[in-house]
């Protein structure tokens, strides 16, 4: 208990419960303005972080006031010698332990949309049908790491591939710090193993790209204007062309201004498409948006690696030896089998920290 309470002094300096108070007071007192509602979009940017703020301090308070009232009736049980709850307490501490280390860890997560949902993109690399299939074997590594962490998933969209795998895909995860997590996923994922498509077993090496967006809220953190999109519709296909629909239910929206595009054809209604797609587009200007502001950070920041062909940041190697390595952090796993299956949390951890610089590991 002592270790524990000297470990939650060390991050309540570091969490600043007065700043985080201070600022949900100067948010509170906006809110009541007359005049706070006439931007409407930065309105509800601030009532946003204000929800967020309240989140983190009851989540804070509530660790703090569970700690006291455990040491409180620990120092009466030694006071009266009464050992009969001491499996009890035992319990408590490694729980209360374990949500600790959870706060310390997210204290990490500090960036503006870090608490948001993630929307993840798979593309596969040149290579055909082997680069498709470990696309395909990527999506289920991220659908089995969301569903350790109890995340939602959602997949927005799906190109499958002609013969095996995916071309592309397009996942919605819902949870905490799902984009705080999941953006240190962000570049190209390289496979090394014996082909399962080759009849001579040679040694293959593939490439998926991932990208990762934080969830935008349209009219919020992005305004579209109708005036600046194209909305074109299609029949949606299955894979290799096959299961083709008779109505023209996919949608494809190109945003005029920047080019991008963004399609959906994995629900049955054109509605839903169209909604899918426009979340999409929002989450992408928003990253477009992001991007804008790293340009001008980029002097304090050093140097940026784009997450484009030959810039590989993580190697997965199943032949002639298993060992799953991280280029950025050089943290590296021998039990491939199990990284693939979504056991991913280690390298996680080890890139965010590795991008703190002088984050203190209170765990020592």
């Not at 455990?70 to 374990?98: C, H, K, N, P, R």
């Not at 399609?263 to 992001?290: G, H, V």
Request: aromatic fraction near 8%; hydrophobic fraction near 35%; glycine fraction near 6%.
């Amino acid at each position: 208990m002592k270790i524990l309470q000297q470990k939650s002094e060390i991050l309540w300096c570091v969490f600043d419960l007065e700043g985080k108070n201070e600022k949900i007071s100067s948010l509170e007192k906006e809110a009541s303005s007359q005049s706070f509602w006439s931007d409407s979009r930065d309105a509800k940017k601030k009532m946003s972080k204000l929800a967020s703020l309240n989140k983190e301090v009851d989540e804070w308070m509530g660790i703090e006031s569970v700690a006291e009232s455990l040491s409180e009736l620990v120092d009466i049980a030694l006071d009266d010698g009464d050992f009969s709850l001491y499996d009890d307490f035992s319990q408590e501490v490694l729980d209360l332990t374990e949500k600790l280390n959870q706060l310390e860890f997210n204290l990490m997560l500090s960036g503006e949309f870090d608490r948001r949902n993630s929307i993840l993109a798979i593309h596969s690399g040149a290579g055909g049908v082997e680069s498709r299939d470990w696309a395909q074997m990527l999506m289920r590594m991220y659908l089995r790491w969301s569903e350790r962490r109890g995340y939602q998933t959602d997949i927005l969209d799906i190109s499958q591939g002609d013969e095996a795998g995916i071309k592309s895909a397009t996942l919605q995860i819902s949870g905490d710090y799902s984009y705080g997590y999941l953006k240190a996923e962000l570049g190209v994922h390289r496979l090394v193993r014996l082909s399962p498509f080759d009849s001579d077993h040679a040694r293959h090496t593939s490439f998926a790209l991932i990208e990762v967006l934080p969830e935008a809220e349209q009219g919020v953190d992005v305004a579209i204007d109708p005036k600046d999109i194209k909305i074109d519709t299609f029949r949606a296909s299955g894979a290799g062309g096959q299961s083709v629909q008779k109505n023209s239910t996919a949608v494809r929206i190109t945003h005029i201004p920047t080019g991008i595009k963004v399609s959906c054809q994995n629900e049955r209604s054109q509605y839903q498409n169209k909604t899918i797609a426009m979340k999409i587009l929002t989450s992408r200007l928003l990253e477009l948006e992001m991007q804008e502001r790293a340009k001008q950070t980029a002097s304090l920041k050093g140097k940026h690696v784009v997450p484009e062909w030959g810039n590989q940041i993580r190697s997965y190697v199943l032949h002639p030896y298993k060992m799953v390595k991280d280029h950025r952090t050089n943290f590296e796993l021998s039990d491939a089998d199990s990284v693939l299956d979504g056991n991913i949390d280690s390298y996680i951890t080890a890139y965010l920290k590795s991008t703190l610089g002088g984050f203190e590991d209170t765990n020592k």
